[in-house]
């Protein structure tokens, strides 16, 4: 099941999500971003970034929504961040009431188990690189990415895994829901090995979403109080440091050293440091999202301010109410074991023979033409070749060569077209001219450059299109100066507040229409004088008729009336 990906969005070419994402696990397809889930880690920073918004996240509310109308009763660990992310967070418990919840915890009563299940781990240790696993996508990043210290990681589950299983054995029969700015917790929920624990996982900004659309302002509810809530190391969980210093006694009984990491590029950093066998006898805090998890992606509609989200929390720690955990924990220590397998991705062999002819393709012939400017959202541009040659990337997405061939295309659309093109600034000077100008106005485009466009043409139609901003096409120009017959388009440039010109030649095609009317002239003409000479050869011809007829008349007459006088003599 695919707990995350991006919407359909319009995209624009910004590659914010594949530059934020810290293991390259985002696909640019048809322009369109897709998580690949077999690579992610689940951290949910690229969803923070994305400025179109683009998230599609797996979410539990209708189901949460149902259960409430059902009659069941509900169950919720609030995250100890929340503190962070509603100032007046006391209010904000008032407002979950009014939802529906029943019985409303901190997970930092998890958290106060999970500490003591830590020091009780440390205190079996004798050296080592000891990482602690309260961040779900930081157990994904080592088991995908790092499997080779997946020994390294603290085998105990997560403090919102404890508190689950607390609330199960407590309340067996109720629905169990965890609320946070986490979206990894999603996954972690619906794992096989935490199946059943947490029936459904809300971040802060779907209970925000859900808290509006019921018409509820919670700054105007009264101050209420979580039935449970933990104690100050359970407290100060969500604040960098905060786990190490719920353990801090065992830390300095063991004489390890404190490392406190948050966000995946310092952690891969130190996971490499690891490998490399420069970090030993320590105990490493680590946290995915920078400043821990008061920097979660599911509340960044809520607080825009990491810092004012920490201001907050440290407030509330130095008059918090707290409730010490008790001596023993209704969870066993096999139940607070994690197990963790390494799930190493396939490593795909690189061929460099085909990685230098992307490379190439991109314009990249030597190392001086690799700028490495991460336009593209890779690191390095042999980082984005390999990301081609997978499929997780393409040759469009390097922003230099995409310029460098538009730039390249224009260039030679623009030096070597057959008409005559000028651009004109919104004082009418020329900007810029190609050679065919040049080769009708006798001017090189470097001594056209600044000069009036009405040393050459009329201005009257350019300063309509500047007016009305209506570009002109095709209009037929007379230039006698210049011996010239052209058709003239301008089109406005908004961006440039400039104009483009385009002059086409057309003195050949004039003269040719003119040549053609004075032959059709002369040929109607001459069809003119044979028509009246053939009239008066007619004429001619009618009158000749006409005589012969009237002496042919006479004749036969004449022969009649012989012809019947002889008849009457016999």
């Known amino acids: ?128 690189a000891f990482i602690t696993t309260c961040c779900p996508s930081v157990v994904f990043l080592i088991q995908k990415y790092y499997p080779s210290l997946v020994d390294c990681l603290i085998p105990i589950i997560s403090p919102m895994i404890a508190h689950g299983k607390l609330l199960k054995k407590e309340r067996p029969n109720d629905v169990t829901v965890f609320l946070g700015p986490c979206v990894s917790k999603k996954c972690e929920a619906i794992s096989r090995e935490n199946s059943g624990i947490i029936d459904a996982v809300l971040t802060f900004d779907e209970i925000a979403l859900w808290i509006s659309e019921e018409g509820i302002d919670y700054l105007e509810l009264p101050p209420s109080d979580p039935h449970k809530y933990g104690s100050v190391k359970g407290k100060q969980y969500p604040i960098v440091g905060g786990i190490l210093e719920g353990i801090r006694g065992e830390i300095l009984n063991k004489g390890f050293i404190s490392m406190r990491i948050d966000g995946v590029d310092e952690c891969k950093e130190v996971f490499q440091e690891i490998i490399n066998g420069n970090l030993e006898n320590s105990c490493i805090e680590v946290s995915a999202c920078k400043k821990s998890c008061i920097g979660g992606p599911g509340g960044h509609h809520i607080s825009s301010s990491i810092f004012s989200r920490l201001q907050n929390v440290k407030e509330y720690l130095l008059t918090a109410k707290t409730q010490e955990p008790p001596v023993d924990s209704l969870i066993s220590d096999s139940e607070l074991k994690k197990n963790i397998s390494k799930n190493p991705l396939k490593e795909i062999e690189i061929d460099e023979r085909k990685i230098k002819k992307i490379l190439i393709k991109m314009g990249k012939f030597s190392k001086v033409d690799e700028l490495n400017c991460a336009s593209c959202g890779y690191n390095t541009c042999r980082e984005n070749a390999i990301a081609v040659l997978n499929g997780m990337s393409s040759i469009d997405m390097c922003m230099p060569f995409i310029k460098s061939r538009a730039e390249r295309i224009s260039n030679e659309i623009f030096e070597n077209s057959p008409n005559a093109l000028l651009i004109v600034n919104d004082d009418f000077e020329i900007i810029e001219s190609n050679m065919s100008f040049s080769r009708f106005f006798g001017v090189t485009p470097s001594e056209s450059k600044g000069q009036k466009i009405d040393s050459f043409i009329a201005q009257d139609d350019l300063l309509s299109v500047f007016e009305n901003k209506k570009n002109m096409l095709w209009k037929k120009i007379h230039l006698p100066k210049y ?86 003599e016999f």
């Open 1 to 128: 099941m695919q707990v995350m990906n991006f919407s359909e969005a319009n995209c624009k070419h910004c590659y914010k999500c594949v530059r934020k994402c810290e293991v390259k696990a985002i696909k640019i397809e048809n322009d369109q971003a897709h998580i690949m889930e077999d690579k992610c880690i689940a951290c949910g920073q690229c969803f923070a970034i994305c400025p179109q918004n683009a998230r599609n996240i797996m979410s539990d509310l209708d189901f949460v929504k149902s259960s409430i109308l059902s009659g069941r009763n509900i169950n919720i660990s609030i995250a100890p961040s929340f503190r962070g992310f509603f100032k007046e967070s006391s209010r904000f418990i008032s407002a979950i009431e009014k939802l529906g919840f029943n019985q409303i915890e901190e997970t930092a009563v998890g958290a106060d188990i999970v500490s003591k299940a830590y020091e009780k781990f440390l205190s079996l240790q004798n050296g080592g």
């Open 483 to 568: 011996n010239l017959h052209m058709k003239e388009s301008v089109i406005h440039l908004d961006n440039q507040n400039a104009l483009l010109i385009i002059l086409s030649d057309i003195s050949d095609e004039e003269k040719r229409r003119s040549e053609l009317f004075e032959l059709k002239e002369n040929t109607l003409n001459i069809t003119q004088g044979v028509i009246e000479k053939q009239m008066r050869v007619a004429q001619e011809i009618a009158s000749l008729l006409g005589e012969t007829t009237a002496e042919t008349k006479v004749a036969l007459t004449k022969l009649k009336h012989v012809l019947e006088k002889e008849g009457a």
